[in-house]
């Protein structure tokens, strides 16, 4: 069964704004990446799941409770470290700590301890006084110090230094390992790549792709930039080759081309005919794919929007 389940939510803020039938499900022990450019929707889509806005359409469950209608019970499962953190300023950490802890009925600390050590945190402070990273990690040990089953991450490493980051990526990957059900929103590329099984782009409100991680790393299509000796081989090459040839640059000599590890020998086979300065691969990231999403106007040249390097 389904952990989080967001069935075809519609909040509709007006002027194209909001999310609009926004559909996902999330699996028991799966990380889930939620990405999109700044105001895409993904704080609107969290809150739903939290429960704090009511959906126009559609319905939000996790662990089978529609979470407009049971608020109070989802906050018992779910850790939720929301994007804009928010204080009562005149505490201390420990203040903070103690407060939460009663709201949540703990009395066994040594989780609240574990965590506070992970991530290197002094609580004595007061809350307005801590730096930004500080009150980030004081977020993160009040989301989980109850230990919960499902996380919501909302940005959860901005304002945190690298190492602080990767620290966090461990943290992710160990709640995964113990099974915990996460739905991570990022921005950042190599956290998403690090922990993510599946991951949506939303873009103007609405889930514009759902792809598995792996599906980027095991992609048997590749692309390949080719600079032939000279202008005589490129056009030889071009003037025989059997395959589609979708970025050419006769100015450079050059092109690029996709390419599946079958076809790899017919390919020498055409190329061992003319001159070839060098083959490279063109490496294809989660960034290259998400920034494909992220402006679809973005500059291209010699049709390179045509590469789409085999993910379909
Ligand atoms: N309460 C509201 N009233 C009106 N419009 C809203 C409200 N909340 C969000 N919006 C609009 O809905 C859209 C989605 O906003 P949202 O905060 O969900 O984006 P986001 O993907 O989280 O962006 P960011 O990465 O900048 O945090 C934006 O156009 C935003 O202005």
């Known amino acids: 069964m389904s952990v989080i389940e967001v069935k075809h939510v519609t909040k509709d803020y007006g002027q194209g704004r909001?999310?609009?039938?926004?559909?996902?499900?999330?699996?028991?022990?799966?990380?889930?990446?939620?990405?999109g450019p700044n105001g895409a929707g993904k704080t609107t889509t969290i809150r739903h799941l939290m429960g704090f806005i009511q959906p126009d359409e559609g319905e939000l469950y996790i662990n089978g409770k529609d979470t407009w209608k049971s608020t109070a019970l989802i906050k018992h499962?779910?850790?939720?470290l929301p994007g804009e953190l928010a204080f009562?300023?005149?505490?201390?950490?420990?203040?903070?700590?103690?407060?939460?802890?009663?709201?949540?009925?703990?009395?066994?600390?040594s989780r609240t301890e574990e965590l506070k050590k992970l991530f290197e945190l002094d609580t004595s402070e007061e809350i307005k006084e801590m730096s930004l990273g500080d009150k980030r990690k004081l977020a993160v040990v009040t989301a989980f110090m109850h230990n919960p089953n499902v996380l919501i991450l909302d940005e959860p490493t901005s304002g945190l230094d690298p190492v602080m980051q990767e620290r966090f990526i461990e943290f992710i990957l160990n709640e995964k390992a113990d099974?915990?059900?996460?739905?991570?929103?990022?921005?950042?590329?190599?956290?998403?790549?690090a922990t993510c099984d599946r991951i949506a782009i939303i873009k103007d409100g609405m889930v514009v792709s759902m792809i598995e991680a792996d599906q980027l790393k095991r992609n048997t299509h590749k692309a390949f930039k080719i600079e032939f000796s000279s202008f005589e081989d490129y056009e030889k090459f071009l003037g025989k080759t059997a395959f589609a040839i979708p970025v050419k640059r006769p100015n450079q000599n050059q092109v690029k081309m996709n390419l599946t590890d079958e076809k790899m020998q017919q390919l020498f086979t055409e190329l061992s005919e003319v001159n070839v300065n060098f083959i490279s691969e063109i490496k294809f990231t989660l960034e290259d794919y998400f920034m494909d999403f992220y402006d679809r106007k973005k500059s291209v040249s010699d049709g390179e929007e045509n590469l789409q390097y085999g993910i379909y």
């Open 18 to 35: 909001g999310i609009f039938d926004v559909s996902f499900e999330i699996k028991k022990g799966e990380v889930f990446g939620f990405l």
């Open 77 to 80: 499962d779910v850790g939720y």
């Open 179 to 193: 099974g915990k059900t996460i739905l991570l929103s990022s921005h950042i590329f190599s956290e998403v790549d």
């Open 88 to 109: 009562p300023d005149y505490m201390t950490g420990d203040q903070f700590i103690e407060f939460m802890a009663e709201e949540r009925h703990i009395s066994d600390m």
